[in-house]
């Protein structure tokens, strides 16, 4: 499930880092930060520190971060969900009851994840494609390297109102998901939907 973001902050402020990770380790005062040896590999000089205030331990030798979460999540061999549920009890805090509408939610936005994903890679292809010529032309006179164009993937939209809505109903994705995602637009009038990113 996921956690409310309030929730995990209030673990954060309740739990002491420093007497959390004091159990594991003996930790010395140094400033605003403890020092001690590193409860994650073996050393004989302490290079572990740990920042209250800042809420973060970093070890120096072994390059181990994290908060409380991954702490816990490191030392006992926990998953996420887990080291949250160990925290709030140390915490004295009740988990949270994942309500089935917030289930369906972060289904929904799952769902619409994949659909931008799979009109991410056909725009892409398209600029690839014989039809995107003109467009890989552009790119190259304006100097953008291929490396730019992979990171920021960029596409090609055709010129055609219902080539992307005709490509992601032939890959089993319905047209009110496409709606949903703001792919395509569909006119008041009762006409059919198309490309949001066509060419009027």
Not at 11 to 23: D, H, K, P, Q
Not at 25 to 51: A, I, Q, Y
Not at 136 to 165: C, D, M, W
Not at 192 to 197: P, R, T
Request: glycine share 8%; net charge negative; proline share 4%.
């Amino acid at each position: 499930m996921a956690f409310p973001p309030q929730f995990l902050d209030e673990i954060r402020n309740r739990v002491s880092l420093v007497e959390l990770i004091g159990r594991k380790t003996k930790l010395v005062r140094k400033g605003r930060e403890h020092s001690g040896l590193c409860p994650f590999h073996n050393e004989k000089t302490p290079s572990f520190t740990v920042n209250e205030e800042k809420g973060f331990y970093h070890c120096f030798g072994c390059g181990a971060h994290g908060d409380q979460v991954e702490f816990v999540k490191q030392t006992e061999g926990v998953t996420f969900p887990e080291a949250i549920e160990r925290l709030a009890a140390l915490a004295g805090m009740q988990m949270p009851v994942e309500r089935p509408e917030e289930r369906q939610r972060q289904n929904q936005a799952a769902t619409l994840h994949e659909v931008m994903e799979k009109a991410a890679e056909w725009f892409a292809g398209q600029l690839n494609s014989q039809a995107g010529s003109h467009a890989r032309s552009y790119i190259q006179q304006r100097e953008l390297s291929n490396q730019a164009v992979s990171h920021f993937r960029l596409g090609y939209a055709p010129n055609s109102r219902t080539a992307l809505k005709e490509a992601l109903l032939a890959r089993g994705i319905s047209e009110a998901l496409m709606l949903e995602a703001g792919l395509l637009i569909k006119p008041d009038d009762g006409r059919d939907s198309y490309d949001a990113f066509a060419i009027a």
